[in-house]
Protein backbone atom coordinates (compact mmCIF):
# COMPACT_ATOMS: atom_id res chain seq x y z
CA UNK A 1 0.00 0.00 0.00
CA UNK A 2 1.21 3.65 -1.19
CA UNK A 3 -0.01 6.81 0.22
CA UNK A 4 1.25 10.24 -1.25
CA UNK A 5 0.28 13.38 0.04
CA UNK A 6 0.50 16.04 -2.28
CA UNK A 7 0.73 18.38 0.91
CA UNK A 8 4.16 18.00 2.25
CA UNK A 9 5.70 21.21 1.33
CA UNK A 10 4.66 24.63 2.71
CA UNK A 11 3.70 25.79 -0.21
CA UNK A 12 1.78 22.95 -1.36
CA UNK A 13 -1.78 23.92 -2.84
CA UNK A 14 -3.54 20.82 -2.77
CA UNK A 15 -4.78 18.88 0.49
CA UNK A 16 -4.94 15.57 -1.30
CA UNK A 17 -2.91 12.51 -1.42
CA UNK A 18 -3.23 9.64 -3.54
CA UNK A 19 -3.67 6.20 -2.09
CA UNK A 20 -2.59 2.88 -3.84
CA UNK A 21 -3.06 -0.57 -3.01
CA UNK A 22 -1.10 -3.35 -5.16
CA UNK A 23 -2.75 -7.00 -4.30
CA UNK A 24 -1.07 -10.24 -6.03
CA UNK A 25 -3.60 -11.67 -7.75
CA UNK A 26 -2.01 -15.06 -7.29
CA UNK A 27 -2.38 -14.91 -3.13
CA UNK A 28 -5.88 -12.42 -3.97
CA UNK A 29 -7.81 -13.68 -7.24
CA UNK A 30 -9.67 -10.54 -8.41
CA UNK A 31 -13.31 -11.43 -7.72
CA UNK A 32 -16.64 -9.14 -8.49
CA UNK A 33 -16.68 -7.10 -5.67
CA UNK A 34 -16.35 -3.46 -6.51
CA UNK A 35 -13.24 -1.38 -5.96
CA UNK A 36 -15.02 0.32 -2.87
CA UNK A 37 -15.63 -2.97 -1.44
CA UNK A 38 -12.07 -4.38 -2.23
CA UNK A 39 -10.80 -1.29 -0.10
CA UNK A 40 -12.97 -1.58 2.92
CA UNK A 41 -12.08 -4.91 2.91
CA UNK A 42 -8.61 -4.30 2.88
CA UNK A 43 -9.28 -1.76 6.17
CA UNK A 44 -11.12 -4.74 8.22
CA UNK A 45 -8.12 -6.47 8.08
CA UNK A 46 -5.85 -4.05 9.27
CA UNK A 47 -7.44 -2.13 11.86
CA UNK A 48 -4.16 0.31 12.68
CA UNK A 49 -4.26 0.61 9.04
CA UNK A 50 -7.88 1.64 8.86
CA UNK A 51 -7.27 4.28 11.96
CA UNK A 52 -5.79 6.69 9.81
CA UNK A 53 -8.66 6.51 7.30
CA UNK A 54 -11.02 7.21 9.50
CA UNK A 55 -11.69 10.71 8.67
CA UNK A 56 -10.58 10.36 5.21
CA UNK A 57 -13.13 10.96 2.13
CA UNK A 58 -12.60 9.53 -1.18
CA UNK A 59 -13.02 12.84 -3.94
CA UNK A 60 -13.19 10.38 -7.39
CA UNK A 61 -14.62 7.00 -6.97
CA UNK A 62 -11.96 4.16 -6.39
CA UNK A 63 -10.75 2.46 -9.96
CA UNK A 64 -9.59 -1.45 -9.97
CA UNK A 65 -7.48 -2.30 -12.56
CA UNK A 66 -5.66 -5.99 -13.70
CA UNK A 67 -2.30 -6.88 -13.87
CA UNK A 68 0.03 -3.51 -13.83
CA UNK A 69 3.16 -5.35 -15.80
CA UNK A 70 4.13 -4.24 -19.16
CA UNK A 71 6.72 -3.10 -21.18
CA UNK A 72 7.26 -1.88 -25.01
CA UNK A 73 8.93 -4.21 -27.19
CA UNK A 74 11.30 -0.80 -28.38
CA UNK A 75 12.36 2.04 -26.61
CA UNK A 76 14.56 3.80 -28.63
CA UNK A 77 13.33 4.62 -32.54
CA UNK A 78 13.61 7.05 -35.27
CA UNK A 79 12.91 10.35 -33.40
CA UNK A 80 11.53 8.79 -30.73
CA UNK A 81 12.77 7.46 -26.85
CA UNK A 82 10.77 6.06 -24.64
CA UNK A 83 11.26 6.29 -20.88
CA UNK A 84 10.46 5.36 -17.44
CA UNK A 85 6.35 4.23 -17.53
CA UNK A 86 6.13 4.83 -21.07
CA UNK A 87 8.42 2.56 -21.72
CA UNK A 88 7.05 -0.11 -19.40
CA UNK A 89 6.01 -0.53 -15.51
CA UNK A 90 7.55 -3.61 -13.04
CA UNK A 91 5.61 -2.78 -9.78
CA UNK A 92 4.56 0.46 -7.40
CA UNK A 93 7.40 -1.11 -4.54
CA UNK A 94 10.66 1.24 -4.52
CA UNK A 95 9.30 3.74 -6.70
CA UNK A 96 11.59 3.09 -9.36
CA UNK A 97 10.00 5.14 -11.46
CA UNK A 98 11.59 8.65 -10.93
CA UNK A 99 15.37 6.93 -10.69
CA UNK A 100 15.09 5.21 -13.99
CA UNK A 101 13.28 8.25 -16.04
CA UNK A 102 16.12 10.12 -14.77
CA UNK A 103 18.68 7.29 -15.61
CA UNK A 104 17.39 7.70 -19.64
CA UNK A 105 17.36 11.03 -19.47
CA UNK A 106 20.97 10.93 -18.03
CA UNK A 107 22.22 9.03 -20.28
CA UNK A 108 19.91 10.25 -23.64
CA UNK A 109 21.14 13.84 -23.16
CA UNK A 110 24.32 13.88 -24.13
CA UNK A 111 23.55 12.00 -26.78
CA UNK A 112 21.23 14.10 -28.40
CA UNK A 113 23.74 16.72 -27.36
CA UNK A 114 26.48 14.98 -29.24
CA UNK A 115 23.77 14.37 -32.46
CA UNK A 116 22.80 17.67 -33.01
CA UNK A 117 26.85 18.91 -33.39
CA UNK A 118 28.01 16.40 -35.58
CA UNK A 119 24.28 15.40 -37.21
CA UNK A 120 25.28 11.45 -36.83
CA UNK A 121 21.51 10.44 -35.47
CA UNK A 122 22.52 6.89 -36.07
CA UNK A 123 20.81 4.31 -33.75
CA UNK A 124 24.02 3.03 -33.03
CA UNK A 125 24.67 6.10 -31.08
CA UNK A 126 21.12 5.50 -29.59
CA UNK A 127 21.12 2.23 -28.98
CA UNK A 128 22.59 1.64 -25.61
CA UNK A 129 19.39 3.08 -24.16
CA UNK A 130 17.77 0.04 -25.34
CA UNK A 131 20.20 -1.58 -22.91
CA UNK A 132 19.93 0.74 -19.98
CA UNK A 133 15.65 0.64 -20.09
CA UNK A 134 16.14 -3.18 -20.22
CA UNK A 135 19.07 -3.44 -17.17
CA UNK A 136 16.90 -1.08 -15.60
CA UNK A 137 13.59 -3.11 -15.97
CA UNK A 138 15.45 -6.72 -14.62
CA UNK A 139 16.72 -5.20 -11.70
CA UNK A 140 13.79 -4.09 -10.85
CA UNK A 141 12.02 -6.73 -11.47
CA UNK A 142 14.14 -9.37 -9.80
CA UNK A 143 14.20 -7.02 -6.59
CA UNK A 144 10.39 -6.82 -6.15
CA UNK A 145 9.79 -10.55 -7.28
CA UNK A 146 12.02 -11.65 -4.73
CA UNK A 147 10.15 -9.37 -1.84
CA UNK A 148 7.11 -10.34 -2.65
CA UNK A 149 8.00 -14.11 -2.06
CA UNK A 150 10.16 -13.06 0.76
CA UNK A 151 7.16 -11.14 2.25
CA UNK A 152 5.54 -14.32 3.50
CA UNK A 153 8.56 -15.83 5.84
CA UNK A 154 10.17 -12.91 8.21
CA UNK A 155 13.79 -14.65 7.95
CA UNK A 156 13.41 -14.59 4.00
CA UNK A 157 12.43 -11.10 4.03
CA UNK A 158 15.37 -9.96 6.40
CA UNK A 159 17.77 -11.30 4.06
CA UNK A 160 15.99 -10.22 1.02
CA UNK A 161 16.11 -6.84 2.15
CA UNK A 162 19.81 -6.09 2.11
CA UNK A 163 19.94 -6.65 -1.54
CA UNK A 164 18.00 -3.58 -1.84
CA UNK A 165 19.90 -1.54 0.95
CA UNK A 166 22.93 -2.69 -0.99
CA UNK A 167 21.67 -1.64 -4.48
CA UNK A 168 20.81 1.58 -3.04
CA UNK A 169 24.08 2.15 -0.87
CA UNK A 170 26.37 1.03 -3.46
CA UNK A 171 24.30 2.93 -6.54
CA UNK A 172 24.93 6.18 -4.41
CA UNK A 173 28.94 5.25 -4.42
CA UNK A 174 28.81 5.08 -7.62
CA UNK A 175 27.30 8.52 -8.83
CA UNK A 176 29.15 10.24 -5.75
CA UNK A 177 32.42 9.07 -6.62
CA UNK A 178 32.16 10.45 -10.75
CA UNK A 179 30.98 13.70 -9.29
CA UNK A 180 33.65 14.06 -6.47
CA UNK A 181 36.31 13.21 -9.83
CA UNK A 182 34.34 15.79 -11.61
CA UNK A 183 34.68 18.30 -9.01
CA UNK A 184 38.16 17.60 -8.96
CA UNK A 185 39.03 17.68 -12.81
CA UNK A 186 36.04 19.21 -15.03
CA UNK A 187 36.50 16.09 -17.31
CA UNK A 188 32.55 14.85 -17.92
CA UNK A 189 33.91 12.27 -19.34
CA UNK A 190 33.20 10.71 -16.33
CA UNK A 191 30.09 10.63 -16.58
CA UNK A 192 30.20 8.69 -19.51
CA UNK A 193 32.48 6.44 -18.56
CA UNK A 194 29.94 4.85 -15.87
CA UNK A 195 28.43 3.32 -19.11
CA UNK A 196 31.47 1.17 -20.13
CA UNK A 197 31.22 -1.31 -17.01
CA UNK A 198 29.00 -3.93 -18.83
CA UNK A 199 25.77 -4.75 -16.31
CA UNK A 200 23.57 -1.38 -17.80
CA UNK A 201 21.30 -0.86 -14.92
CA UNK A 202 22.86 -2.12 -12.35
CA UNK A 203 23.29 0.13 -9.63
CA UNK A 204 27.17 -1.13 -9.23
CA UNK A 205 27.93 -2.34 -12.62
CA UNK A 206 31.72 -2.43 -11.97
CA UNK A 207 30.92 -5.27 -9.47
CA UNK A 208 30.65 -8.76 -10.86
CA UNK A 209 29.52 -10.17 -7.20
CA UNK A 210 27.29 -7.46 -6.32
CA UNK A 211 25.29 -8.35 -9.54
CA UNK A 212 25.44 -12.00 -9.04
CA UNK A 213 24.01 -11.02 -5.78
CA UNK A 214 20.25 -10.12 -7.66
CA UNK A 215 20.38 -13.18 -9.45
CA UNK A 216 21.67 -15.45 -6.61
CA UNK A 217 18.30 -13.70 -4.54
CA UNK A 218 16.07 -14.11 -7.43
CA UNK A 219 16.89 -17.92 -7.99
CA UNK A 220 16.36 -18.71 -4.18
CA UNK A 221 12.91 -17.43 -4.32
CA UNK A 222 12.24 -18.87 -6.84
CA UNK A 223 12.86 -22.00 -5.77
CA UNK A 224 10.99 -21.46 -2.71
CA UNK A 225 8.29 -20.16 -4.82
CA UNK A 226 8.03 -23.48 -6.19
CA UNK A 227 8.36 -25.64 -2.81
CA UNK A 228 11.66 -27.06 -3.47
CA UNK A 229 13.74 -24.55 -1.52
CA UNK A 230 12.93 -23.61 2.02
CA UNK A 231 12.82 -20.06 3.13
CA UNK A 232 14.76 -20.63 6.46
CA UNK A 233 17.47 -22.12 4.42
CA UNK A 234 17.11 -19.84 1.20
CA UNK A 235 17.34 -16.82 3.48
CA UNK A 236 21.03 -18.30 4.78
CA UNK A 237 22.21 -18.62 1.87
CA UNK A 238 21.61 -15.13 1.12
CA UNK A 239 23.06 -13.67 4.11
CA UNK A 240 25.87 -16.01 3.62
CA UNK A 241 26.86 -14.31 0.38
CA UNK A 242 26.57 -11.21 1.76
CA UNK A 243 28.58 -12.28 3.98
CA UNK A 244 31.46 -13.35 1.99
CA UNK A 245 30.90 -10.17 -0.60
CA UNK A 246 33.76 -7.98 -1.69
CA UNK A 247 31.56 -5.44 -2.69
CA UNK A 248 30.89 -4.08 1.12
CA UNK A 249 32.97 -3.36 4.03
CA UNK A 250 32.64 -6.68 6.76
CA UNK A 251 32.27 -4.23 9.31
CA UNK A 252 29.23 -2.93 7.93
CA UNK A 253 27.70 -6.57 9.29
CA UNK A 254 25.25 -6.69 6.18
CA UNK A 255 25.62 -10.43 6.16
CA UNK A 256 24.62 -10.78 9.76
CA UNK A 257 21.04 -11.68 10.45
CA UNK A 258 20.48 -9.47 13.44
CA UNK A 259 22.15 -5.85 11.69
CA UNK A 260 18.21 -5.19 10.03
CA UNK A 261 19.07 -1.73 10.08
CA UNK A 262 21.72 0.46 8.51
CA UNK A 263 23.29 3.66 9.97
CA UNK A 264 26.65 5.47 9.16
CA UNK A 265 28.55 6.96 11.97
CA UNK A 266 32.16 8.17 12.00
CA UNK A 267 33.88 5.18 13.71
CA UNK A 268 31.69 2.72 10.61
CA UNK A 269 33.22 5.46 8.36
CA UNK A 270 36.72 5.26 9.81
CA UNK A 271 36.44 1.57 9.68
CA UNK A 272 35.47 1.54 5.82
CA UNK A 273 37.69 3.83 4.94
CA UNK A 274 40.46 1.28 6.56
CA UNK A 275 39.39 -1.73 4.58
CA UNK A 276 38.93 0.49 1.04
CA UNK A 277 43.01 0.94 1.66
CA UNK A 278 43.73 -2.66 2.38
CA UNK A 279 41.25 -4.95 1.41
CA UNK A 280 38.59 -3.74 -1.29
CA UNK A 281 39.03 -4.98 -4.70
CA UNK A 282 40.59 -2.00 -6.60
CA UNK A 283 37.58 -1.02 -8.60
CA UNK A 284 35.76 -0.58 -5.17
CA UNK A 285 38.07 0.40 -2.60
CA UNK A 286 39.09 3.73 -4.45
CA UNK A 287 35.14 4.83 -5.17
CA UNK A 288 34.45 4.49 -1.68
CA UNK A 289 36.48 7.00 -0.72
CA UNK A 290 36.18 9.52 -3.06
CA UNK A 291 32.39 9.02 -2.33
CA UNK A 292 33.23 9.63 1.29
CA UNK A 293 35.35 12.30 0.82
CA UNK A 294 32.35 14.31 -1.76
CA UNK A 295 30.01 13.47 1.30
CA UNK A 296 32.23 15.09 4.23
CA UNK A 297 32.80 18.36 1.53
CA UNK A 298 29.03 18.45 1.08
CA UNK A 299 28.36 18.45 4.81
CA UNK A 300 31.12 21.06 5.62
CA UNK A 301 29.43 23.04 2.90
CA UNK A 302 25.61 22.94 4.51
CA UNK A 303 26.88 24.15 7.52
CA UNK A 304 28.74 27.29 6.39
Known amino acids: MGLIPFDNNPDSLNPLCSVGLTLDPRVHP????????????????????????????????????????????????????????????????????????????????WRLIAASKDGDWSMERFGYLEDLQQGLFDFHDDIVYSSFVGFRDYELWNAVNRTWMLGTMLGNVMLEDAYYRFERTGDDGVFRELEQHGHPGSPLPVSAGFNRMGHLTRELCEAVDQG?????????????????????????????????????????????????????????????????????????????
Not at 31 to 60: S, W
Not at 89 to 108: K, P, Q, W
Not at 266 to 281: G, L
Request: hydrophobic share 40%; glycine share 6%.
Open 30 to 109: KDDRTPQQEFDDFLARFPEIAHQFREAKAVRPWVSTGRLQYSAKQVVGERFCLTSHAAGFIDALYSRGLTNTMELVNALG
Open 228 to 304: TENPGEAARKILSYVRDADFIAPSFKFGERDTRCFAMSPAKMAMNARWCRRDAPPEIGPRMINASKGLVRMRLRAGK
